[in-house]
């Protein structure tokens, strides 16, 4: 249960550093109140999580063979597109595109509108998050991980990587913003994936 905790956590931590969903809860947070923002981020990535994790048992019943070669293939795969994707990328600096894909999304959704109820508020930053999370890279590595490991080990490390990534986005993601090095965590966060490749392999040979 403990190395499924571990590799829920930084799995999450390192992928949602900076991600879509990171920039999206980090200009909510500039707009309204944080502890409300936080609140409802986290319970959509919680929810998330616990929904990826029940698809992953459901693919545990699947054969032990393909749920091996299957983990090892996602991981393996997510590790090389992530460090493509680096070499791609200008050093030292911050996913622009991303950034104004994120503050459009939200511009969107709260249309114009001068005030906003808590409830409101609380279910935008809700809807937003778990959208901008569906058929995300991390949701599909978080159910791979969930069908050859610990569920329980593997929920609680993802939600806490999660909160981790959305109390700094809350706190100080529009200091952070132009200081990210997309390029180091991309690099980073594929140098993981192939690590998790690996230790499948490994535990399943």
């Not at 699947?62 to 680096?86: C, M, Q, R, S, V």
């Amino acid at each position: 249960m403990l190395s499924a905790f571990i590799a829920g956590f930084f799995l999450i931590a390192v992928s949602e550093l900076g991600d879509k969903t990171f920039f999206i809860a980090a200009i909510l947070a500039m707009r309204h109140s944080r502890k409300l923002i936080f609140a409802a981020v986290v319970a959509a990535l919680a929810a998330m999580t616990v929904l990826s994790v029940l698809v992953g048992q459901f693919a545990s019943v699947l054969p032990p063979n393909y749920i091996y070669y299957a983990e090892i293939t996602l991981f393996i795969g997510f590790g090389f597109k992530l460090l493509y994707d680096a070499s791609q990328m200008p050093a030292h600096a911050c996913d622009v595109e991303m950034v104004q894909e994120a503050a459009d999304i939200v511009d969107k959704a709260e249309g114009g509108l001068p005030q906003q109820s808590n409830w409101a508020i609380c279910a935008e930053a809700f809807v937003l998050t778990f959208l901008a999370e569906w058929g995300d890279r991390t949701q599909i590595a978080t159910i791979a991980l969930a069908a050859g490991n610990n569920p329980l080990g593997v929920t609680a490390g993802a939600i806490l990587g999660h909160a981790l990534c959305a109390a700094i986005a809350v706190i100080g993601g529009r200091m952070l913003a132009g200081r990210i090095s997309e390029q180091a965590l991309t690099i980073f966060g594929g140098c993981l994936f192939l690590l998790f490749g690996l230790m499948a392999w490994w535990e399943g040979a």
